[in-house]
């Protein structure tokens, strides 16, 4: 008989380093908690995973795979949910196109991806694809608000260990470029939904000559939802891309874009593409009816424009010519000559802008050479937290990371809040005319004029994610007595329908004086102006800058984002564990193929083991969870205090040691604590045999590094390549089984 009974722990199957490292280090779990009676099990929600888990038809039996992203899905709405996430890869086109093709080349009869689909047949092949686009796995799973911070002993570390940073000058060329007028923040209308308003909208587009598409049906807007519709002029865009383009140029600086393709999927990509032909406006003029052709794709980005012209000579010297006009571009790999234009997904803003910020303003352009460089965001939302954090360094000279505060964040998120751009309310306006919503008792809640090519998109954030994000940011304020900040600009038609729900909360609670409301420019300036004292503080945030800034204050903070504690108190009771960023874990898979070195750094896996150990130990009273959960805490710190994470270098420590030293302190605080007899007499040989091992261990990690690594596929590698691969130990293995 089949055991269907659900694991205590379920830690997620990703993709790319994160997934690497869990071949190594997942086993070293499972086996440390059987002693407390502690089952771990794994769900599969790799962007190949989900690839293959959509078109079921098309494969062989064995091949199929379930859907765990749905699974999961309605795990964490239940007060169950004890999961572990990594970091999965939110694809853009051409990482999806990729994957397709890796698995195709392995057998997998699937479909080619449709770019412009024309048959019934394309079409819903395409809109399947389209559903796994972006930033698809978080909206699912995340049913709660999010609690990020740095954990003690990681902030302590960091004072005491600073990262490198660059020096900031004030008269550094450094900045950030929005349009003025007529983006996304100019255009923004927002409005809670009513009793009387509630029910089914749709989304319409109407011609000018009156026929009406509806372009979403079914949409539905509960009581007390804060919907809201804008767009952003494509004309004016493409004015502004021009623009920027010039200014960088007589400015003498580097160009480059700022962007998410991977969250935003619908909408930024399309911008991104807009930044291309801005970019290469004269080859589009001139060579615009080859180039449709040639099957290209702005969107898609340089890289792949350039593989499609490559066999044509002249539009490539024209594309040469005008390279040697334009200015100086940042870029994304100077030894490839991957540009920043070449890949939508590769520039992504929350990472990208950080870098450019802890280099001190600098860039790096084509000859592998630093420079100060144009930062251009095109919407303003949140440009200016960027924008204002430069002016701030400027002035002040780089933060100094030995006394600097932490900022903590609390972030909106629960059942998709403020999914802006990303999911299907998001629209390329088909001709001039007016996009509309229309609500279920008829009435026009938004509408806007629109021009061919605007970008359009509509979002909502439910009444009770407000309600519990409001909730546990005084949770937050009452357990630390730091500085708190909502983070709501009074002149933005959303964030006035959320201060609504704030203002009152706070009196209602008598704490009102405990918190500000500040727009994004000035809580950054009175955030910086904290944590430079030594204090801290709590970013009390919107989904998408909960984003941004988990990764802009660690990375000055700590020199990463992958080592912040990320916990999701799911509405209904259960536990989301999210484990870091992993922005940077393209390069270090390319390393690990190439040499055989993993630099992924597991730091926040094991705090995130740890709390989802104690939360298991609190929700169904196993003593023996806490043991394990308090010793990897001491596991945790043992890391940091002897400095046993990943160097960048092959031939030096690297992921798999980190995560034996792990082991070992781990063995060793259960083999040492006095609370749970029976695990410190299980631990007690297993520590003995790490510490006795330990030559021999490090030795047999050592000798694989250097040579090329083959784990048979980048989106879908073998699951026994990889582990032999990352378990080169012989004696670990012994050990731990």
């Known amino acids: 008989m089949t055991d269907t009974s659900q694991p205590d722990i379920l830690y997620t199957i990703v993709d790319e380093a994160p997934e690497l490292a869990s071949a190594s280090f997942l086993p070293i779990i499972k086996r440390f908690a059987s002693a407390a009676g502690v089952s771990v099990g794994t769900k599969d929600i790799s962007l190949a995973a989900r690839i293959i888990s959509a078109f079921p038809e098309y494969l062989s039996e064995d091949q199929r795979q379930p859907d765990d992203l749905a699974e999961l899905g309605k795990l964490v709405k239940t007060p169950d949910a004890n999961v572990i996430k990594l970091p999965n890869i939110s694809a853009s086109v051409p990482q999806l196109v990729a994957a397709v093709e890796e698995l195709q080349a392995q057998g997998y009869a699937l479909p080619d991806y449709p770019e412009e689909p024309k048959t019934d047949d394309e079409k819903a092949i395409r809109a399947r694809y389209d559903a796994i686009k972006g930033s698809a796995v978080n909206p699912v799973l995340r049913e709660g608000n999010s609690d990020r911070r740095a954990a003690k002993a990681v902030k302590n570390f960091a004072q005491k260990n600073p990262h490198s940073m660059g020096d900031w000058s004030a008269d550094s060329k450094t900045k950030v470029s929005s349009m003025p007028d007529n983006d996304f923040y100019a255009n923004e209308k927002s409005a809670t939904i009513s009793a009387d308003q509630a029910g089914d909208a749709r989304i319409e587009f109407v011609g000018k000559d009156g026929n009406v598409t509806v372009l979403k049906d079914g949409w539905t807007l509960e009581e007390g939802t804060i919907a809201d519709a804008t767009f952003m002029s494509a004309r004016e865009l493409g004015a502004f891309l021009a623009d920027a383009i010039e200014d960088t140029k007589k400015d003498g600086t580097m160009f480059s874009l700022h962007m998410k393709a991977t969250m935003m999927k619908v909408s930024d990509p399309i911008i991104f593409g807009h930044a291309v032909k801005a970019w290469l406006a004269p080859v589009f003029e001139k060579y615009g009816d080859k180039l449709e052709a040639l099957g290209v794709n702005p969107n898609s980005g340089m890289g792949d424009l350039l593989e499609r012209v490559e066999g044509d000579a002249e539009i490539m010297a024209a594309i040469e010519a005008l390279t040697a006009e334009r200015p100086a571009m940042y870029m994304v790999d100077s030894d490839k000559g991957i540009t920043n234009l070449h890949v939508p997904s590769d520039v992504i803003i929350d990472a990208s802008m950080p870098a450019v910020i802890r280099a001190g ?95 359009w998109r509509a979002c909502t954030v439910k009444k009770a994610p407000i309600e519990n994000w409001i909730e546990l940011a005084m949770d937050r304020q009452r357990l630390t007595g730091s500085e708190a900040i909502f983070w709501l600009d009074a002149n933005r038609a959303h964030d006035a329908e959320l201060i609504k729900y704030v203002k009152p909360a706070l009196e209602k609670a008598g704490v009102a004086d405990k918190f500000q409301i500040m727009a994004p420019r000035e809580a950054t300036r009175q955030t910086l102006e904290t944590i430079t004292t030594g ?88 003593a023996k969870a806490g043991v394990l959960g308090a010793a990897a805490e001491e596991a945790t710190q043992g890391i940091l205090d002897n400095n046993r994470s990943p160097s960048r270098k092959v031939g030096e420590p690297d992921n798999r040691d980190s995560h034996y030293w792990f082991a070992r302190y781990w063995a060793e605080a259960l083999a040492d604590q006095t609370d749970d007899a029976e695990i410190a007499a299980e631990f007690a040989p297993i520590a003995k045999a790490l510490a006795d091992g330990e030559d021999a261990i490090l030795a047999e990690l050592a000798a694989v590094q250097g040579p090329p690594a083959d784990i048979g596929g980048y989106y879908h590698p073998s699951v026994e390549k990889k582990a032999k691969v990352m378990r080169p130990s012989a004696t670990l293995n012994a050990i731990i089984g």
């Open 535 to 622: 204090k801290d503080s709590i970013a009390i945030t919107g989904n998408v800058l909960r984003d941004y800034l988990t990764d802009l204050f660690p990375i000055l903070e700590l020199g990463t984002s992958a080592k912040m504690l990320s916990i999701v108190k799911l509405m209904n009771g259960g536990g989301l564990f999210e484990t870091g960023a992993g922005g940077s874990a393209p390069k270090h898979v390319q390393q690990l193929v190439e040499e055989n070195h993993l630099r992924w750094d597991s730091m926040g896996e094991f705090c995130a083991l740890g709390e989802s150990l104690n939360f298991l130990a609190d929700a169904k009273g196993n």
């Open 361 to 455: 303003g600098k860039g790096w352009d084509a000859d592998g050479k630093k420079g100060d460089t144009n930062c251009v965001i095109p919407d303003r939302c949140y440009a200016t937290v960027y924008d204002e954090t430069i002016n701030f360094f400027k002035e002040n000279g780089k933060l100094d990371v030995t006394t600097a505060g932490a900022v903590a964040n609390v972030g909106l998120m629960a059942q998709k809040a403020e999914e802006y751009g990303s999911h299907p309310t998001t629209f390329e306006a088909p001709a001039d005319g007016t996009i509309r919503i229309v609500l279920a008792n008829g009435d026009t809640l938004h509408e806007h004029q629109v021009e061919a090519g605007d970008i």
